[in-house]
């Protein structure tokens, strides 16, 4: 979960530097979590600490996207902000990333 929390924290951050300044922001942070898994509730704490880590500038809504490479497609497109995805997810988007997935390394 440490790491989980290191990629989410640096895509955010990754964003801010890339956004320019607004008044509000509303940020989209996707996950193939299934409503009810232990996932969801970590995704909801990374919501509310986004939004009040920015006191309130950024507002985040929670969306559930049933693949993973969906959700690595839209961040790519710049459509959705944040997204709590595995190696294995981004692999097709990232081929170097599927190296961390291969076993007995």
């Given at each position: 979960m440490k790491f989980a929390s290191l990629v989410i924290?640096?895509?955010a951050m990754l964003a801010l530097a890339q956004t320019p300044v607004q008044a509000q922001q509303n940020w989209k942070v996707?996950?193939?979590?299934q409503p009810g898994s232990p996932l969801v509730s970590f995704v909801d704490e990374i919501v509310a600490k986004i939004t009040s880590g920015s006191k309130g500038a950024i507002t985040a809504d929670r969306?559930?996207?049933g693949s993973e490479q969906e959700i690595a497609?839209?961040?790519v497109r710049g459509r959705i902000e944040v997204a709590g995805i595995s190696m294995a997810g981004i692999a097709?988007?990232?081929?170097?990333?599927?190296?961390?997935?291969t076993p007995y390394l």
């Amino acid at each position: 979960m440490k790491f989980a929390s290191l990629v989410i924290a640096a895509g955010a951050m990754l964003a801010l530097a890339q956004t320019p300044v607004q008044a509000q922001q509303n940020w989209k942070v996707a996950s193939a979590a299934q409503p009810g898994s232990p996932l969801v509730s970590f995704v909801d704490e990374i919501v509310a600490k986004i939004t009040s880590g920015s006191k309130g500038a950024i507002t985040a809504d929670r969306l559930f996207v049933g693949s993973e490479q969906e959700i690595a497609q839209q961040v790519v497109r710049g459509r959705i902000e944040v997204a709590g995805i595995s190696m294995a997810g981004i692999a097709p988007t990232i081929p170097e990333a599927g190296l961390l997935t291969t076993p007995y390394l």
